[in-house]
Structures are given as C-alpha cells and as structure tokens.
C-alpha cells in the first residue's frame, strides 16, 4: 500500500452508511449453507484446503519454549504417514514465543503470528499496544493478531478505536496485521457488521471474530456478517480483505460448511490460504482423521495422530 | 471505479460433488387406479395417463383417467361414509384418525419427500424441508380441532357441511391435499380430491395411508385427471362445498359453475406479489428473501415474490447482490441435495415461461440470467431478472409462474404502495424495513391476505391464507381455515 493510500488517524469511515443486519435472516442464510451436501473428492478437497489455512495456534499462560517447538513441527509435520498432505498456513503464538517459533520453522514457508496489543482483553495504553506489537514485529512475526478495544466502541468512541488500528497497522510495517473484533463482547450483528467496517478502513489486512478466550468465539453467522462486510468493502475500493475466524471450530464439517459460506459469499478468489484461516488447535487432528477415513474407509483412534 | 475488478468470481475452483438423495426405499407401481369407497379401483373407461418425471421426461408411471362416472361414484362413496360414520362419529374420535394420518406422513416423510420431487421436479431440500413436514403439521394442527370445535365458535352450534370437492395444484401436490383433506375431515366432512395430472403420485400414496390409518371407506376418494375430471367434481351435484387452489382463470369457471347452486366454495387463485425494500433494510437479508420469494419451488409459487420494489437510492446495490446471489444457485437434478432450484413442472409450464422471457424482451425490458449450467434433458429455466420494467408492462402485469423476477423501483413510501396495490391480485407481499412503524404502515395500506415483514415464503398451518381481488375467495390455514369446511347454527 502506497504512503498516500495508508490510513490517516481521524479518517473515519461514515458507519451511519453501514447496512443494517437482521439476524433471523443470517440464522437462516447460515442453515441454507448447513444443509449442502459435502461428499466424495469434493469432501477431500476440501479437507486438504481446511489444513491449509489453519492458523495452528497455542496461548496459554503455561507456554514453554518446549511446546511451541513441538507446535512447529507439527505445523510441518502434519502427519506424514499420508502422503500429499499441504501444511498450516501458519502458527499463532504469544510475542515471547515469536523468536523460538521463528528459529523451529525455519525456512519453511509457515509464517508466525502473534497475538498482540494487551490480547486477549486489550486493556492497556495505546503506547503499551504499540511497544507489544513492535516486540512482536522485531522478534519476525509475520501477522498481527491485534484486538480492538472493546469498550471504547461499546462506547460509541468509533474514532478512538479506528486510531488505534490505524496506529498498530503502523507499527507492524511490512506484518500483515489481523483485526481481532471480540464479536463474543459486541453483543450484536449490527455491532459486528459496524466494527468490521471500522476495522477494514483503518487498515486491516485480515478481520478475525475472536481471541478464543471469550465465549461465544467464532459462529458461523458473525462469521456470514463479517464476509458480508468484506465483499462490500471490496466492491466499494476493489481491496481484498482476509477473513479469520477463530475459536470453536473443532470439527471437519463445521470447518468444512465454512468453506461453503465462503465460496458462496466472496467466491473462488477468497479460497486460499491467502484470504481465508482458521484460528483452532484442535481442528487438524479431527480433518486428519477424516482424510484417514476417507482414504481407508474406517476411523482411527485418536491416539493414532500425534497431539501436537 | 472498474467495476470490472470489484467483480467476484463463482466459477471454477472447489465444486460440490452430486449427492442425490437415495431412491432404493421408494416404490412407484406401474399403474394406479382411482382411491374410491376405501380401495384403489380401475377407471369406467378403462383409460390410463402418464406421469413424467420432468426433470428427465421420462414415465414414472401410468394413473386412472377418471370419468363422470368415476366421479359419480366417488361421490357417491363419499356420501355414504358421511351419512354412515364419518358425521355421526364423536369428534374426538373422527380427530384421532387425522393425527394418525399425521404420524404415518411423518414416518414416512422421506419416502413422500423422494416422490414428490420425482414427480414434480422440485428440489429435494424443498420436498423433505419443507413440503412434506408442513403437509404433516396441518394434519397435526386440524386433528387437534375436532373435538374443540364448540370452543372455536362459542354459543354456535358447528355442523360439517357434507362432501367437499377439492382440486389441488401440481406446485406443491401433497401439502395442498393436505390443506384441503386436514380441515374437511377435522370438521365430519368426507372428501373427493382431484390432484393435478402432472403430479398424481403423492395423493395416490396419500391414499395408502388414508387405508393404513384405518378411515372409514369413502371418508377420503381421490381421482385423478385432468380439466374434465375437476370440472365434473366441482360441478357434481351431490357435492356440498368446493374447494379450488389453481388459476385465476380456473377459478373464474368454477365460479360460474357454483353460482346459484347453494354450494360453499374457497377459490386459492393466483398471485403477482410485490416485494418491497426500502433502504434502511438489511440488505443482504432482503436479498436472500427475494430469492426465497421468487426462486423457491421454481417459481411455482401462487404467493411468489415476482415483483420486486427497490427503494431508488440501493436499487443498483440490491441488483448486483442479486446477481451475485444468483451466480451461487445450483440448477440440476432434484435429487440431488444441493440442488437449489429444481425441474420445470411440465413442458406445457416451460413453454409458457419461455414466452414470458421472449415477451419481457420485446417489451424492452433487460434479461439476466443467471449462468448456471443446466441438464440436457428435461425442463429448465434458469434464474431470471429483468431490470427496466415498467407498470404498463405485461411481464409486470401477468402471473409467469416462474423464476422469474420483474424489478422496479420506487422513491417514497406512497409510491411503494401505490405500485404494490396496482395489480388485478392481492394474494401476498413483502416488505424489508429495519423501522416497525413502516411496517405497520404497510401491512395496513397493501391488499394482500398475507404480507411478510422481513421474510418471505412463510407458511404455518395456524395461520390463515387466502387472497384478494382476483387471488381468490376464503382462507385456509387456522381458524379461519376451519369455517370454510362447517355450518354455523346458534
């Protein structure tokens, strides 16, 4: 993005343009995309595409260095007794951890992610957020996971959070940087569809639903509402924005109906890596033991795929 | 802006594989004959009908073509039971068999669901979703009136009115004799039913359930036919009440037919309903219900969406959502379950769509279509706009039956309305606002028997349905649907 097109503080998009959501309506376009039958070569594609845009993520207080080296290998390593299998898209971390992932990947083309900006609750100065991001950055984190201040747009202070995306979009530089909204603390769709707007014109290169620390993560329509925001946001200026949603996907339909409402609501062009990821843990196991069924025809016990 | 660039791509990439839904559990005889005095008997004249599979033109099977005598024994039939148990039996009883019809429909929901989208061409989804469990709620919902009846017209006195004559519609075949059979017989009415001749196969399965759940014999008679053999059924003497859902133009001969005879009749006619958003709607919700109320069940729809009003300031927003919306449809095998939009009913329906696309054309309105393949055999149509119509246009005018949609715009609330009322119909309409008072405002000012606020395509058996102007005579469905089928003495 050139200088001149980069977000400026104070450039508020007009929300009073934003559409309004009806959540009945996207309860119901979501179980139109619940009922599509998802089988044979069509299901394997589509599991192998699932892997490939996982963001393989671990954010415990307990981290170890151990751990997230073990996390990296999985990350490669996705279980290599099936052959032709894509590896994650990335690993997702602490900005402690940056370092370490960064040394275990090596120069595999996995990037890291980190969490940033006082995650999960973002309850710091915008100068703590930015030294945190910044850590991260140096460290060589790839991607951003920043969260949105929360209470400052239950507020209805629009500027201050937009600023503040625009600054944190700022400090990661060449970092991809992904808008976490905490849909779980925005308490409507029309809150959601607003904040992904905010998020997008401030500088987003990903919007994500949630930190995984607060429940309700993910669904699948906060999720319709965000792609939503996205393809009217790429009519409008013609730019991409990615999409992640993260937290409560741990099963290989549900990710798969994922792919359904993605295909249905951006297109073909949204289906890579690139544009679309998956924020889980344990999502990789469960498709890993789908692929295995679909390729032998029985399950495995889980004690079959390594942990991580 | 190019546009070009902002445009979103649907072609290619990941694709959903066919997963048709099986048919090893469904059996189709050969050959049916007429349901009369409680079993399946051969037709007086001897003569057999295919029934097609519109979604391959080939036969699925061959059914009675029932003549005056036919009829006149069914009718026949129909009285005896009346007079003999059916009028005489305590209501909670005579209820107890309609609930049993409702529990053996739902045991067997997946095998109606199959034939009905053999026989008619819709989408599975549609048939099991939608079709078949609502036909089983109305037989649930009625059988719970009759014994309640008393309470339903408190210090009257509800009587049946005899043997009711109905003819029913090939768009949704099994869930209107169920909204024709579910109340006639809650009330002690006994029943000739006349199904559509493209779409015979449910009701004559519908049939063997009326046998399995152990009705009286002539409580339910169903013959099938075409034109004549409706025409003989509504116009039988020995019938006490018509029950009609089908054309206007139909609707009028039955009319005529029924005048001066004493009988009670419904007429549930057609339909050209306006959609209406206006601009502070949900859009991408507004989208999805104009291709609910236009796309659903092809477009064979009575109380089908097929005008759509559009606030001026988001018509440009709304119509390429549309098209998008519409690239993501799937056209295909009814079978199969992603299929969105399924076979066009007969080739007699697709002849008279295709020129409705040819007359929107030389009317100078712009066709789109969405660019969906589509099988080689059978009968399609894939989904169609057309933007620039105007009020004088007979594509805005008439009732396609079809998916086919007429957009127009508007600028003011009084302009909507006065475009929405501005039909020879009043079945249904919609309107999109995130503001309850213009939706009060609307429900009030549009003459229409249902108009849906935010949603479309709605259906509940406690909930009347019934149309003005030329969309019809009467209401089914609820309470209101109850009175059709009864005398009231104080």
């Not at chain 1, 009073?16 to 009922?35: I, M, P, Y």
């Not at chain 1, 990350?75 to 290599?80: E, P, Q, S, T, V």
């Not at chain 1, 700022?170 to 905490?182: F, M, N, W």
């Not at chain 1, 946001?233 to 409560?248: L, S, Y």
Request: with cysteine; hydrophobic share 40%.
């Amino acid at each position: 993005m050139s200088a001149a097109l980069r977000p400026q503080r104070g450039q508020l998009p007009d929300l009073s343009r934003v559409t309004a959501v009806d959540e009945t309506g996207v309860e119901e376009r979501v179980a139109r995309f619940r009922t599509r039958s998802i089988k044979t070569s069509s299901k394997v594609e589509a599991l192998k595409l699932v892997l490939s845009m996982i963001d393989l993520t671990t954010l415990e207080g307990q981290d170890t260095p151990g751990k997230v080296r073990q996390l990296c290998q999985k990350a490669i390593h996705l279980h290599d007794s099936m052959p032709g299998l894509p590896t994650v898209a990335a690993v997702c971390v602490y900005p402690t951890m940056v370092a370490v992932a960064k040394r275990a990947l090596g120069e595999h083309r996995i990037a890291v992610a980190s969490v940033a900006t006082a995650f999960p609750s973002g309850m710091a100065p915008l100068k703590v957020k930015l030294d945190d991001t910044k850590a991260a950055v140096d460290a060589g984190a790839d991607e951003i996971d920043m969260v949105i201040s929360r209470g400052a747009f239950l507020q209805g202070d629009y500027g201050y959070v937009f600023d503040e995306i625009a600054a944190i979009k700022e400090a990661c530089g060449d970092a991809h940087l992904k808008v976490i909204l905490e849909t779980g603390e925005l308490s409507t769709l029309d809150n959601v569809r607003r904040a992904s707007v905010l998020a997008m014109h401030a500088g987003a290169d990903f919007i994500k639903t949630s930190t995984g620390k607060i429940q309700p993560a993910a669904t699948m329509p906060v999720t319709l509402v965000m792609l939503q925001a996205i393809r009217d946001f790429h009519t409008e200026t013609g730019r991409m924005i990615g999409m992640k949603p993260a937290g409560g996907i741990s099963n290989s339909k549900l990710a798969i109906h994922y792919l359904v409402m993605l295909r249905e609501t951006l297109g073909t062009a949204w289906m890579t890596p690139e544009w679309f990821r998956f924020g889980a843990s344990s999502l990789a196991n469960d498709v890993l033991m789908q692929l295995q069924k679909q390729a032998t025809g029985v399950y495995q016990s889980a004690d079959y795929f390594s942990l991580d | 802006m190019d546009t070009q660039v902002n445009k979103l791509a649907f072609d290619g990439g990941w694709q959903y594989a066919p997963a048709p839904e099986s048919t090893d559990h469904v059996t189709v005889d050969e050959r049916y004959g007429l349901f009369i005095d409680g079993e399946f008997a051969e037709p007086a004249g001897g003569k057999y009908f295919d029934t097609v599979n519109p979604a391959t033109e080939e036969r699925l099977s061959q059914v009675a073509l029932a003549t005056e005598a036919d009829v006149d024994r069914a009718v026949a039939a129909a009285r005896k039971a009346y007079e003999g148990p059916w009028s005489k039996m305590k209501p909670a009883e005579r209820g107890k068999y309609v609930y049993r019809i409702a529990r053996i429909l739902q045991e067997r929901a997946r095998e109606f669901a199959v034939i009905e989208s053999l026989d008619g061409g819709k989408p599975i989804r549609e048939s099991r979703d939608v079709d078949i469990p609502l036909a089983a709620a109305h037989f649930f919902y009625y059988a719970g009136w009759a014994d309640k009846l008393d309470y339903a017209y408190p210090g009257r006195r509800a009587r049946p009115l005899g043997v009711a004559g109905q003819v029913i519609p090939w768009n949704f075949p099994l869930l209107m004799a169920a909204w024709k059979l579910a109340p006639a017989l809650a009330c002690g009415n006994t029943v000739v039913l006349k199904p559509a001749e493209t779409t015979p196969l449910t009701a004559l399965k519908l049939a063997e359930v009326v046998r399995d759940a152990g009705l009286p014999p002539g409580v339910v008679n169903i013959v099938t036919g075409a034109g004549d053999t409706g025409s003989a059924v509504v116009s039988h003497p020995g019938v006490d009440k018509v029950a009609f859902t089908g054309s206007t133009a139909v609707g009028r001969m039955i009319m005529k037919a029924v005048a001066g005879t004493g009988k009670k009749y419904t007429l549930e006619l057609g339909g050209k309903a306006a959609n209406v958003i206006f601009a502070d709607a949900a859009i991408d919700q507004a989208v999805e219900g104009i291709v609910n109320g236009i796309f659903f069940n092809q477009g064979h729809v009575c109380c089908a969406g097929s005008r759509l009003l559009v606030q001026e300031s988001v018509a440009d927003e709304v119509v390429a959502k549309l098209k998008d919306r519409m690239a993501t449809l799937i056209v295909g095998d009814p079978l199969d379950k992603n299929t969105d939009i399924g076979a066009i009913n007969s080739q007699e329906q697709l002849g008279r769509i295709e020129s409705y696309l040819k007359l929107g054309v030389d009317e100078g309105a712009e066709m789109f279509q969405a660019s969906c393949p589509t099988p080689d055999r059978g009968y399609w149509c894939r989904p169609t706009i057309f933007t620039g119509v105007a009020q004088s246009n007979r594509i805005v005018q008439e009732e396609i039956f079809g998916p086919v949609l007429a957009i127009q715009t508007f600028r003011t609330l009084e302009e909507g309305i006065a475009k929405a009322n501005n039909t020879p119909y009043g079945l249904s309409g919609g309107v999109w606002t995130d503001k309850g008072a213009k939706i009060f405002r609307m429900t009030q000012k549009v003459r229409a028997g249902v108009v849906w606020a935010n949603t479309f395509n709605k259906f509940d058996p406690t909930s009347p349905f019934g149309g003005y102007k030329e969309s019809g005579v009467g209401r089914e469905g609820g309470l209101h649907g109850l009175g059709a089928y009864l005398s009231l003495e104080s």
